[in-house]
């Protein structure tokens, strides 16, 4: 505090030997006492807000992204697994003749399993035959982004 004091005393004494304005002027900015920030400015804020919401933004959208490829991955999956299905079953369950059959499945997966003769591998005089086994499963078509699934094998069955 005294120090202060003894600050301005000198100030003032300076003051009165200085004739311009000027040099005044200079000198009691000098030993004014110096203000204190207390918070921000409503510029840093906006920016940081600004950074931030930007920032969220960008995270949200990979989040999203994600969640979309884990639902079509599965959608996948399932279609997958109706396909094999479809395919183990031909020729066990269903006779292997030539044919086209279709279905639904979980009210979301359109199936068809198409079977045809493929002799084009096999001999005349040979017992066997060569059949052409294609499964199709499609889905969401309803929405404009259908997606579909395809396999296909050669399965044999002995002529009759």
Known sequence: MAANALDLVAANRLLQLLSTKHQRLLIVMKYKSPKIQQGFSLLEILVAF???AV????????FSAGVNTAIVSED?????????????KT???????????SGTEDDKYQWTVKIENSSQFVEDESNTELMDVQVLVQWGNEQGNGR???LNTIK???KE
Not at 91 to 101: F, K, Q, R, V
């Open 76 to 88: 996948y999956m399932v279609a997958t697994q109706i396909a094999e299905s479809l395919m183990a």
């Open 50 to 52: 600004t950074i931030m």
């Open 91 to 101: 020729g066990i369950e269903e006779p292997l003749i030539a044919s086209e059959i």
């Open 55 to 62: 920032s969220l933004t960008i995270v949200l959208k990979i």
């Open 148 to 150: 579909m699934i395809e």
């Open 156 to 158: 044999t069955r002995h």
